[in-house]
């Protein structure tokens, strides 16, 4: 059974997200092995500057880094990566795991976004949409996109 995992930069506090991702991690028990890291986002000071806004991503970063398996397939959540088409995505899935990963990693950055360190080590990087979220919220688009390519793959009905 392929593994995902999900490493992400902040804390969930409202209950709505918390229900979603409930939901959608108790539907993916059917298709995959889920795991989410929910890694602690650094406090943002009332001045900010290019220094501490590196400083803050060095540090989150550095730990999204700490969190990644050597053996697994990478994909960055970022505003320069490919859109796919909820389709297109359930094949990307679909053929890594034709290709022999086993464990694929999303990672989902804190307020200020990823450091080249963690883009670098990604394997792809993709784009919800060139609009902006908050991070809290895209942590269940993700999910439901992967429940969604999980249920499109197996000829399920869920995506019409």
Not at 47 to 63: A, G, L, Q
Not at 84 to 111: H, P, R
Not at 119 to 140: D, G, W, Y
Request: net charge positive; aromatic share 10%.
């Amino acid at each position: 059974m392929i593994h995902i995992n999900i490493i992400c930069v902040g804390k969930l506090k409202e209950k709505y997200l918390k229900d979603a991702i409930n939901e959608y991690s108790k539907r993916l028990k059917k298709y995959c092995k889920l795991n989410i890291v929910e890694l602690s986002d650094e406090s943002l000071p009332s001045k900010i500057n290019d220094s501490v806004v590196d400083d803050i991503k060095d540090k989150e970063c550095k730990r999204i880094l700490e969190n990644i398996k050597n053996n697994s397939y990478v994909i960055a959540l970022d505003l320069k990566g490919i859109q796919y088409s909820s389709e297109e995505f359930s094949e990307k899935i679909e053929n890594l795991q034709i290709k022999g990963f086993s464990d694929i990693t999303f990672i989902i950055g804190g307020t200020l976004g990823l450091k080249k360190d963690v883009l670098e080590r990604a394997n792809e990087l993709i784009c919800f949409s060139k609009m902006t979220f908050p991070h809290q919220l895209i942590r269940v688009f993700l999910l439901e996109q992967v429940f969604r390519a999980f249920k499109i793959s197996c000829n399920e009905i869920y995506h019409w």
